[in-house]
């Protein structure tokens, strides 16, 4: 029988599959009958759909996987029975390793954006920043290694601009939303604006890693990407002789502070009008970004939201 390569949503009940999937546990248990079974999804780009596992053997195995784990699913799509709305369910007989020959491209969300676009839009707006000092402290924060990552990273695991380029295309977008702001209020340093809204995340690309499932870091487990882009921010800052020293604190309380108080996770909370700006900025960024999953949600308007805790209407 064919097991040629599709996306997961080009698959109908009855057919046969053996491809790499991103497969999450989200249960394991004994059934009535005494046998083990393993419950959970399967992802590709295309989206997602429920596996159950009733093989004992199997099961195990899938159980003392890392969750998220990429292995080559081998099985059977079927109509869920318990699902109101016919959905589709993979019912999986066996499990193998992804070795390194297998092409994973499908598993790794991209940008729906132009990058070299956003490339382009990031480096125009480091070079509006007017003070000479912090242009070039974010220039050289934003180069090398740092700045490979930087464009490739994805702002989040799960819930707001989780794929490749997202940390690029959300830290340029809150920088046009911040300096709109910062436009239109009197007496704003628009210069630590335009630094901070550019450089308030960039910890994540030593919090959430760019392979497959971006998961956390144990260095982003451990310390939080507030504070591992205030070391970036601050070991480039040691390397520029005589930064001003309240352009180095308000540019750091901006990275430290973006999460508004210190019940989101902020070491520090907003105390200056430039850093409640870069905060709502990027509150509001994230948020309008949770309108964009709506090709998955089967046509209906209205979706329950993860990150936002509430039904939200994905409109047009
Ligand atoms: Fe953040
Ligand atoms: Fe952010």
Same mark, same amino acid.
């Given at each position: 029988?064919?097991?040629?390569?599709?996306?997961?949503?080009?698959?109908? $009940?009855? +057919?046969?599959?053996?491809?790499?999937?991103?497969?999450?546990?989200?249960?394991?248990?004994?059934?009535?009958?005494?046998?083990?079974?393993?419950? @959970?999804?399967?992802?590709?780009?295309?989206?997602?759909?429920?596996?159950?596992?009733?093989?004992?053997?199997?099961?195990?195995?899938?159980?003392?996987?890392?969750?998220?784990?990429?292995? /080559? $699913? !081998?099985?059977?799509?079927?109509?869920?029975?318990?699902? &109101?709305?016919?959905? #589709?369910?993979?019912?999986?007989?066996?499990?193998?390793?992804?070795?390194?020959?297998?092409?994973?491209?499908?598993?790794?969300?991209?940008?729906?954006?132009? !990058?070299?676009?956003?490339?382009?839009?990031?480096?125009?707006?480091?070079?509006?920043?007017? +003070?000479?000092?912090?242009?070039? #402290?974010?220039? *050289?924060?934003?180069?090398?290694?740092?700045?490979?990552?930087?464009?490739?990273?994805?702002?989040?695991?799960?819930?707001?601009? $989780?794929?490749?380029?997202?940390?690029?295309?959300?830290?340029?977008?809150?920088?046009?939303?911040?300096?709109? !702001? &910062?436009?239109?209020?009197?007496?704003? +340093?628009?210069?630590?604006?335009?630094?901070? &809204?550019?450089? =308030?995340?960039?910890?994540?690309?030593?919090?959430?890693? &760019?392979?497959?499932?971006?998961?956390?870091?144990?260095?982003?487990?451990?310390?939080? =990407?507030?504070?591992? @882009?205030?070391?970036? *921010?601050?070991?480039? !800052?040691?390397?520029?002789? +005589?930064?001003?020293?309240?352009?180095?604190?308000?540019? #750091?309380?901006?990275? #430290?502070? =973006?999460?508004?108080?210190?019940?989101?996770?902020?070491? *520090?909370?907003?105390?200056?009008?430039?850093?409640?700006? *870069? =905060?709502?900025?990027?509150?509001?960024?994230?948020?309008?970004?949770?309108?964009?999953?709506?090709?998955?949600?089967?046509?209906?308007?209205?979706?329950?939201?993860?990150?936002?805790?509430?039904? /939200?209407?994905?409109?047009?």
């Amino acid at each position: 029988m064919s097991t040629e390569f599709r996306l997961l949503k080009e698959f109908r $009940a009855g +057919d046969r599959v053996q491809q790499a999937v991103l497969l999450h546990l989200q249960k394991f248990g004994t059934a009535v009958n005494g046998k083990k079974y393993a419950r @959970g999804t399967v992802q590709d780009n295309s989206g997602a759909m429920n596996f159950i596992c009733f093989n004992d053997g199997v099961a195990e195995e899938i159980r003392n996987l890392p969750n998220p784990s990429v292995v /080559i $699913a !081998i099985g059977q799509v079927s109509r869920d029975k318990y699902a &109101a709305d016919g959905a #589709l369910q993979m019912m999986v007989e066996a499990i193998q390793q992804a070795g390194s020959e297998v092409d994973l491209s499908h598993l790794i969300p991209y940008t729906p954006q132009n !990058i070299e676009l956003y490339e382009r839009t990031l480096q125009e707006n480091i070079q509006a920043i007017e +003070d000479h000092a912090l242009r070039q #402290l974010v220039a *050289v924060v934003l180069t090398g290694d740092v700045y490979k990552r930087f464009v490739k990273n994805p702002a989040a695991s799960k819930y707001h601009h $989780a794929y490749i380029g997202g940390l690029l295309e959300h830290s340029v977008d809150v920088a046009r939303l911040a300096m709109a !702001i &910062a436009r239109e209020t009197e007496g704003i +340093d628009k210069d630590i604006v335009m630094a901070g &809204a550019l450089l =308030h995340d960039v910890g994540k690309i030593y919090e959430i890693s &760019a392979d497959v499932g971006f998961s956390y870091t144990e260095t982003g487990n451990l310390l939080g =990407h507030l504070a591992l @882009g205030a070391f970036v *921010v601050d070991r480039a !800052i040691a390397g520029i002789p +005589d930064f001003p020293e309240h352009q180095a604190a308000d540019l #750091l309380h901006i990275l #430290l502070s =973006h999460h508004g108080s210190m019940e989101k996770g902020s070491p *520090v909370a907003c105390a200056t009008k430039e850093s409640f700006i *870069v =905060h709502y900025a990027d509150e509001l960024n994230a948020t309008l970004n949770q309108f964009q999953y709506r090709e998955e949600n089967n046509g209906n308007e209205w979706q329950y939201n993860r990150m936002l805790g509430r039904q /939200i209407r994905l409109g047009h």
